[in-house]
């Protein structure tokens, strides 16, 4: 019977540096023993590497048209006839083998296609800065691969060295739309980012491949930032427009006057849970702090009342709306929301109503941002504080505290605020200390927003409606919210991608994604990828 100890290493063999000299040892023997053969083998390969790699520099860079040759045509059509008789012989195998089988038969062609298209384009471009436009010192050809919507592309560049910037440069990668090192076509460029946006990236890369596109989860995920930071860059530009007055006005008068309409704002502010402090639980809680994983995102929705319509099944949509949302402070979130408040209509609009709970920094936000508008309190925000002073001093669920609570809510929705107020007051001297600072807690609340609970012109108006004999005013005034449903809706909708149960973010991860996510609601992903837009090929 055999024993394992011999193999097992103990400390009375080799150390580890005498079995590495033993080795070095070993190969150098092994090199000098090696026949002159086999290194005129060795020689030829490299030599003949170079000289393959030389002639297809050679083809490449002076092709001018980007087409299949006869055999390559001949091919791919005896290939795709391949693969349909096979699913003529399958009864049980239908369309969506078809569909699968030509896509797969088409790809090989496309990428060659692709890729002396791209090459065609490479050749053209001149050799110069693309920041100074000066001519390019000690050019030279290098290749480089890339994924792309076909699989892998391997184009060959001219590049060369600008002695006035100091740099090299690919100026075909400029023209090509490629990164500096990132290994992705514009168009996988796209797809990285509107998948990660939308999706877990273990998620996104599965819907990459049913799609056609194999890409590895750590290339998406990188991909996918790299894309963020190019929205951030536009974003700060688009907002950057803000900067002198003049540019403001205008933005403000830029739209051709329209009909009279109500501009709504509506603001709010959501948790994300962040790593930021990850690691440092310990030391924070030692120096009595502690540790931060909440973080607010804050988040703003700009639409026309008139954008605002029903589907046939009586739910509210908005045709046109924009969004601002940032992980970055509610200094980001007021310039964000204004410049894109100017482009939905600022200028002309006849009201702005910004409408929120009852959270401080909102409202002076809006004061700040939109001081001429209208400030309204959620209606249902306003009706929560009454349900949690009822559940307080009557239980939850009573009828007792549904009875209390009934003439409240009424008075709320008859804009008769300053009675709920007296009503709240007159109950304290009633009540144990504590529970008497939770009322005064929602008294203020009442008080401070007095001025922004005005219901009842619209439920009112609402009313007529639903009687038939409203006036032409109220008719307008029916479709004016009371509540910020439409941001919160939209918080919901950002939380399911990015407050998913595990998931921890960085301010940078996430506010990359979130910038791509915004970007394409607010239907400016064209401006990111141009050959994203409908249209592209006729302009
Ligand atoms: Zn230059």
Not at 214 to 236: N, P, T
């Amino acid at each position: 019977m055999t024993t394992l100890t011999s193999t097992i290493p103990t400390t009375t063999g080799p150390s580890r540096q005498v079995r590495r000299s033993r080795a070095r040892v070993a190969a150098r023997t092994l090199a000098s023993a090696t026949p002159p053969v086999e290194n005129r083998r060795l020689t030829q390969v490299i030599l003949d590497g170079a000289a393959t790699k030389a002639a297809a520099a050679a083809q490449a860079t002076t092709l001018a048209k980007a087409q299949l040759a006869e055999a390559e045509v001949q091919a791919w059509l005896k290939d795709m006839d391949a693969r349909l008789e096979v699913i003529f012989a399958h009864p049980e195998q239908n369309l969506g083998e078809i569909e699968e089988q030509l896509a797969r038969s088409v790809q090989e062609p496309l990428r060659l296609l692709a890729q002396r298209a791209a090459q065609v384009k490479a050749n053209a471009v001149l050799c110069e800065c693309p920041e100074c436009h000066g001519l390019l010192t000690e050019q030279r050809w290098l290749s480089r691969t890339i994924h792309s919507r076909f699989g892998p592309l391997t184009i060959w560049r001219r590049y060369g060295f600008c002695p006035r910037c100091g740099a090299w440069h690919f100026p075909a990668d400029y023209a090509l739309g490629l990164g500096r090192k990132a290994p992705a076509s514009p168009y996988v460029q796209e797809i990285s980012a509107l998948l990660v946006s939308k999706m877990p990236v273990e998620q996104a890369v599965l819907v990459a491949e049913r799609l056609g596109l194999d890409l590895s989860r750590c290339g998406m995920h990188q991909e996918a930032h790299r894309q963020g930071l190019k929205a951030q860059e536009w974003r700060a530009q688009f907002v950057g427009q803000l900067a002198t007055w003049d540019q403001i006005q205008q933005l403000a008068t830029a739209q051709a006057p329209t009909q009279p309409f109500t501009l709504v704002i509506e603001i709010d502010a959501w948790d994300i849970r962040e790593r930021t402090d990850w690691g440092q639980t310990k030391q924070l809680r030692a120096q009595g702090k502690k540790p931060e994983r909440w973080h607010w995102v804050y988040m703003a929705t700009v639409f026309r009342l008139d954008h605002r319509g029903q589907t046939a099944g009586n739910r509210a949509v908005i045709t046109q709306r924009g969004y601002a949302v940032t992980r970055l402070g509610i200094e980001a979130l007021s310039a964000q929301l204004y410049r894109e408040a100017l482009d939905r209509g600022l200028g002309q609009a006849q009201l702005v109503l910004v409408i929120a709970d009852g959270a401080l920094w909102i409202w002076n936000l809006a004061k700040d941002r939109f001081p001429g508008a209208r400030q309204e309190l959620d209606l249902f925000h306003a009706e929560e504080h009454l349900w949690a002073v009822a559940h307080e001093l009557y239980g939850k669920g009573t009828p007792e505290a549904q009875a209390w609570v009934g003439p409240l809510l009424q008075q709320i929705r008859e804009d008769q605020t300053v009675a709920v107020i007296s009503a709240l007051s007159e109950l304290k001297p009633r009540l144990l200390e504590a529970q008497q600072k939770k009322l005064q807690t929602q008294i203020e609340y009442f008080e401070h927003n007095t001025q922004r609970m005005k219901y009842k012109e619209v439920l009112d108006a609402r009313k007529a409606c639903e009687e038939g004999n409203a006036t032409e005013e109220q008719k307008q005034l029916a479709n004016r919210p009371v509540g910020s449903g439409a941001i919160e809706s939209a918080c919901r909708q950002y939380q399911c991608r990015f407050k998913r149960t595990g998931q921890f973010w960085t301010t940078a991860g996430d506010e990359a994604l979130m910038c791509l996510e915004t970007l394409w609601r607010n239907g400016r992903w064209h401006e990111l990828y141009p050959h994203a837009k409908p249209s592209v090929a006729l302009n």
